[in-house]
T-cell receptor, first 112, second 112 residues
């Protein structure tokens, strides 16, 4: 099936720095792109999402950008804190297969 | 999210045994999903259901079965045909396919 590619697989930053995670998708009809944060052994939690009618959305230290032409979207975390350490998953709503496709995840470590 | 309950938290399966994982939601969501998560990997869709008495196969449905007799419940059976069942299983629900998915706490299944 079609996949969502997510990079990098691991990311380590110093506290206070910014972190960027990028995803690409292949279904040009995709119109909904959520991001989830999963702490060790816990459930994924939605942190932000974006629909295809906007190019950027921001919520405090978190922002997501979408480039529909290039079919990629990115998560930006500014002023990172140790509690931001987790695995982050991107996803895209695939109409061809009628389901949500997830990236493989990025393990973010924020060093104090 | 307290609205989705998965049980048990840990489950052990013996050779040749079928086991059933429970997923209940009180969010009045129409759509429900089952995902499998292996270490260091993203979420892979096993089955999903958009409405009661209807469900569709995901990418890795072989060796699994589901039912959707009630809106609130979407149990997953891991059959003996699933030769590598050890994984973390996540259930999710959403109001419809284009809305964020809310996840349960997961069930960790291991082979005895």
């Amino acid at each position: 099936g079609e996949n969502v590619e997510q990079h990098p697989s691991t990311l380590s930053v110093q506290e206070g720095d910014s972190a960027v995670i990028k995803c690409t998708y292949s279904d040009s009809a995709s119109n909904y792109f959520p991001w989830y944060k999963q702490e060790l052994g816990k459930r994924p939690q939605l942190i932000i999402d974006i629909r295809s009618n906007v190019g950027e959305k921001k919520d405090q230290r978190i922002a997501v950008t979408l480039n529909k032409t290039a079919k990629h979207f990115s998560l930006h975390i500014t002023e990172t804190q140790p509690e931001d350490s987790a695995v982050y998953f991107c996803a895209a709503r695939y109409y061809n297969n009628n389901d949500m496709r997830f990236g493989a995840g990025t393990r973010l470590t924020v060093k104090p | 999210d307290g609205g989705i309950t998965q049980s048990p938290k840990y489950l052990f399966r013996k050779e040749g045994q079928n086991v059933t994982l429970s997923c209940e939601q009180n969010l009045n969501h129409d759509a429900m999903y089952w995902y499998r998560q292996d270490p260091g990997q993203g979420l892979r869709l096993i089955y999903y259901s958009q409405i009661v008495n209807d469900f569709q196969k995901g990418d890795i449905a072989e060796g699994y079965s589901v039912s959707r007799e009630k809106k609130e419940s979407f149990p997953l059976t891991v059959t003996s045909a699933q030769k590598n069942p050890t994984a973390f299983y996540l259930c999710a629900s959403s109001p419809d396919r284009d809305q964020p998915q809310h996840f349960g706490d997961g069930t960790r299944l291991s082979i005895l």
